[in-house]
């Protein structure tokens, strides 16, 4: 059958409230004022993967669990306004939310509301073959309940990719996406040794790419068993938020790697839509263009030499 979506992107629908703090963590006192303001808006990680790789030329449908709310009609109108196609499962418990902690410099700190799922959740088994018959690729956000479609992805012969955030490479509970994965993607923050947690990615699942972003260190990249440290892309604009970085970052290298560059491009194009990610304030969405990130490719790397 003839693809008719490149990258079927499934769960991380939501919406979050921001709050900008004075500082990370938070002082105790009893009020704090708030500049500039409390925003609620649609985009989660799922969306935000959508929202890069539809921005890219990229054939996108959503798949998640959405409820009857508030919440979800944002989340239908980020789709519909962005031309995301979206397939929106009904969700008794609601539309997943959170609120996030943002601070001056754009760091940030995530409180997820967890009585937005149950442990009984699923997406329609019909609904995932069905879609991943005609997709080329799926990106797998890790809430639930998406580990249960992984098995029903592989046996429609789809490539896969996933997310694990900051995992520390210990939690059972982001193993079945990290070794199910063609390409995997996770932050270093919470790794005491990433090129150890990368290895067993690859050497227990299915990855022959694994990259473990590392905020303004840059990157590291294994592919096909070679490890190689990628400098960060410097930001187009003054860096406010580092909400959606990570999700920026695979879009953009799923852009590549679907195309048929080579890893180390992949991540490199990576790099610079997760900097540009970075320059917009954690109270908007919006996602690199295909002019935008050719151009930030074509400029050096930090400590790399024009021509080299």
Known sequence: MTAEIDVLVLGGAGVDTIVHVPELPVPLADSHMIRPGI????????????????ALGLRTHHLDLIGDDHEGDLVRALHRDHGIALTAVPQPCGTKRAVNLVGPDGRRLSLYDATRWAETDRLPEDTVRSLAAVSRHAHVVITQPCAQALPLLRQAGVTISTDLHDWNGANPYHEPFAFAADVVFLSAAALTDPEATMRRIAER???????????????????????????????????????????????????????????????????????YACTVPSTRVAAIGPRALLAGVAEPAPGTVSGA
């Open 205 to 275: 699942g299915r990855a022959r790419i694994v990259v473990a972003t590392a905020g303004a260190e840059g990157a590291f990249l294994l592919a096909d068993g070679d490890m190689t440290r990628l400098p960060a892309a410097e930001p187009p604009a003054p860096v406010v938020d580092s909400n959606g970085a990570g999700d920026a970052f695979a879009a953009a290298f799923l852009h590549g790697w679907l195309g048929g560059e080579p890893p180390r491009h992949c991540a490199r194009l990576g790099a610079v839509a997760g900097a």
């Open 39 to 54: 925003v609620t808006r649609a985009g989660q990680s799922g969306d935000f993967v959508a929202l890069g790789t539809s």
